[in-house]
């Protein structure tokens, strides 16, 4: 299963989702994660909360949403990007509402960090 994981700067929500698929998949299954408007860099915040389980973000870049991307992927996760998310025929999507951790305060971020975490454990334990 290749799983594209989407949210408006793709600087904080989608890549601590497409690092902790990827840790959990071990192989199984693929991860993306892009924008819609992305920003110049992952959410220090983010870094800092995703390097206290052993994650490093510190080199990835936000990508911006491309035709690949919708072409590579079999299911969409949304989070929190509303209308400027695609909706495109053939492709499973499933939308998590969850708040934007940029300039959140480290608790705030740790709380949205694992809640994306519980959230990534369910859909790996759903595509086994």
């Not at 949403?65 to 989070?79: A, Q």
């Not at 053939?90 to 959230?119: C, F, H, M, Q, S």
Request: net charge negative; proline share 6%; hydrophobic share 40%.
């Amino acid at each position: 299963m290749r799983v594209l994981f989407v949210c408006v700067q793709n600087a904080g929500r989608s890549q601590m989702a497409q690092a902790l698929f990827e840790r959990g998949a071990a192989d199984r299954h693929e991860a993306r994660s892009a924008g819609t408007n992305p920003a110049t860099r992952v959410h220090p915040e983010v870094v800092d909360a995703m390097r206290e389980l052993g994650v490093d973000l510190s080199a990835r870049a936000p990508h911006r949403l491309d035709p690949d991307d919708i072409t590579w992927t079999d299911l969409v996760v949304t989070m929190g990007c509303g209308d400027a998310c695609p909706v495109l025929p053939g492709k499973r999507y499933v939308d998590w509402n969850l708040e934007d951790p940029a300039g959140r305060a480290p608790d705030e971020v740790r709380t949205i960090r694992d809640d994306i975490e519980r959230r990534v454990g369910a859909l790996l334990a759903e595509l086994r």
